[in-house]
């Protein structure tokens, strides 16, 4: 599902240059559920961000489904996204301004989805991650909990290959934590490939297999 | 697929308007103020120009008119301090031996209140004594019968022709006022005209006589208080070349320096009407200086506010991306969003503008009236269209630039900037 091939990453400034890569090789097949670990400065959200084609690399390939993402452009970039990855971020990133109904359909308007439609399906995944009740709230009337469950349902209604999750649990005490990721877990059953970076033990514990970052290299 | 009208689009842009009503309404106010000034300044200034039009409008332009003054030099052992009395004499000379003029009239005020009586009725009105091409001069509209003639100068009829205001007051309603008699400073005249006139209400209480029969009446002299010419199609330097023809012939006439600027006024239309086109120009160039200025303050509301805006929004458009948005439908979004705003806020003050300007003229016809400095504002509708679409392109372009750079924007950072 996800090949990486001596991938290199360096961020310019005007002064200096800061290797945050330094050659990864990795492969991950489909329906693993995989925890990257890595103190901070590591450069495991880097990583991340690049297997969410959400930031680009210098060198090396990045193979996603059969596809090289390499050189794409803004509107591709978009495509593919929307198209093989869900996300789910440690700040949640709901828009305050939709119901979490709306927020879950948000990804389907980019599909060009019917608005009947889309909120049909939101509604299933809604209740999937058993917030049906809270369907008319706005996010900052939601638990922390609660506003990750939302942004779960939001990375899979467009039914990706991937899950991608950024720290999900960092904004949340343990019993909450442990809720999401057993979301995760079912959703991993389902065949789903999850991806989720964490510095916390207990979190990459239930994950199948642990890849650990130090440096931008990946330790053995 | 695409539609012609993307209605998930607009249901996108209009929640987001729905859920931000401060940010839209600060957008919208700037552009509706913007218009809805410009509209204003233009009818206040139409107002203005209407006004003056029309106060103009009530004698002919290519006027000359030439009063009698006092010499204030010495000249050939005249002593300075003579007074310049016009008679007939000096109406033929206008009349026959200035080049140039098509028609004159002399003016032969009675002082003071004059009682005109028909019965039992007294009331006082102003009287002119004047020549048949007076009706030319003072754009004079005969409603019934006709003004003083030739004959009536040449056989020193007592005659009369009344103002609307005079038969008004006369007369009762569809009363025949011509052939009925007037009793004017004791004398009866014949009424044989009733006019109106483009001019101002004071005009219609007057009352014309022929010159003769006022000069030999009341008078008994040939004397003139106040001359008055026209001077056919002119120009301005032509009408300027007639006035120092009038002036050179007056003051060999009458014996006056030719350089004695008080010993003759002569007003020239023309050089009025010129002077009044030169300051309405001034007025209109000063119009849109601010109007234009006002346009631009609207603009650059409207760009503040966008930037703003799309600032506030670098975080949901980092959200959008990560979800699947490709640039081009963030852009859009944006840009419509403004458009839509601009637009409706743009039209209402266009609204609210005409509204008040057409508010004004039909308040001010309804209760009859008259301001000597405002008349008639009116607003050009493709002046204020143009300035609307320049305001709406302005907003998008305002909307465009930032949206375009924020969309550029890594989402990671986008979204980390809380």
């Known amino acids: ?220 | 697929m695409r539609r012609i009208i993307d209605f998930d689009k607009w249901d996108e842009i209009f929640g987001t308007i729905r859920r931000h009503p401060l940010r839209t309404f600060l957008t919208a106010l700037s552009v509706w103020w913007g218009i809805f000034m410009l509209i204003i300044l233009l009818g206040a200034q139409s107002g203005l120009e209407n006004s003056f039009e029309y106060n103009f409008s009530d004698d002919a332009l290519n006027s000359l008119w030439i009063y009698g003054g006092m010499t204030s030099e010495e000249y050939k052992g005249l002593p300075p301090g003579r007074s310049i009395n016009f008679t007939t004499t000096d109406y033929d000379l206008v009349k026959d031996d200035i080049e140039g003029i098509d028609h004159v009239t002399g003016r032969y005020y009675l002082r003071g209140d004059v009682v005109i009586t028909r019965g039992a009725e007294s009331l006082s009105f102003p009287v002119r004594c004047v020549h048949p091409d007076h009706a030319i001069l003072e754009n004079t509209l005969m409603t019934y019968g006709r003004f003083v003639n030739e004959k009536d100068i040449s056989e020193l009829r007592k005659v009369c022709v009344i103002g609307r205001a005079v038969k008004d007051a006369f007369y009762e309603g569809n009363e025949e006022a011509i052939g009925t008699y007037l009793k004017i400073k004791e004398i009866q005249y014949q009424v044989v005209g009733v006019f109106d006139d483009t001019g101002s209400e004071r005009e219609v209480e007057m009352i014309y006589i022929p010159i003769t029969t006022c000069q030999s009446v009341y008078d008994r002299e040939d004397r003139i208080h106040q001359l008055m010419a026209t001077m056919g199609n002119a120009t301005l330097s032509q009408s300027q070349k007639i006035e120092a023809d009038v002036r050179s012939k007056m003051a060999s006439l009458h014996k006056f320096s030719i350089n004695d600027d008080q010993a003759l006024y002569i007003g020239n239309g023309m050089e009025d009407y010129n002077e009044f086109k030169t300051v309405m120009n001034v007025m209109k160039a000063f119009g849109w200086f601010v109007g234009i200025g006002s346009i631009i303050a609207g603009v650059i509301g409207v760009s503040n506010i966008m930037l703003i805006v799309v600032k506030d929004r670098t975080r949901e458009i980092g959200i959008r991306k990560a979800l699947g948005a490709t640039p081009y439908s963030i852009i859009s979004m944006i840009v419509q969003e403004s458009v839509f705003i601009t637009a409706i806020a743009g039209y209402v003050g266009l609204l609210m503008g005409f509204g008040i300007i057409f508010g004004i003229d039909q308040l001010m016809v309804a209760n009859d009236v008259e301001i000597e400095f405002f008349r008639h504002p009116e607003v050009s509708f493709p002046v204020v269209m143009t300035a609307l679409i320049l305001l709406v392109i302005c907003g998008a372009l305002a909307g465009l630039l930032p949206a375009v750079k924020a969309v550029r924007v890594n989402p990671v950072t986008a979204m980390k900037d809380v």
């Open chain 1, 1 to 220: 599902m996800i090949e990486l091939k001596h991938l290199k990453k360096a961020y310019e400034t005007e002064f200096n240059r800061l290797e945050v890569l330094k050659g990864i090789d990795l492969e991950i097949d489909q329906g693993e559920f995989v925890a990257i670990m890595g103190s901070s400065g590591s450069g495991k959200s880097t990583l991340l961000n690049i297997l969410g084609i959400l930031d680009e690399y210098d060198q090396g390939e990045y193979i996603l489904d059969g596809t090289l993402i390499k050189d794409l452009s803004q509107k591709q970039a978009a495509l593919y996204r929307n198209k093989f990855i869900g996300f789910v971020f440690q700040s949640f990133n709901l828009l305050s301004f939709k119901t979490a109904l709306e927020n879950v359909a948000l990804p389907l308007y980019y599909q060009k989805v019917e608005r009947q439609e889309r909120l049909k399906l939101a509604e299933e995944y809604l209740d999937r991650v058993g917030l049906k009740e809270w369907a008319q709230h706005h996010p900052n009337q939601m638990s922390g909990g609660q506003q990750q469950r939302v942004a779960i349902a939001r990375a899979l209604i467009s039914q990706p290959k991937v899950i991608l999750a950024d720290e999900p649990t960092g904004a949340l005490d343990t019993t909450t934590s442990h809720d999401v990721m057993n979301i995760f877990r079912d959703i991993n059953d389902e065949g789903i490939t999850v991806l989720v970076v964490t510095h916390e033990h207990d979190i990459s514990a239930m994950a199948s297999r642990t890849i650990n970052i130090k440096d931008g290299l990946i330790e053995n």
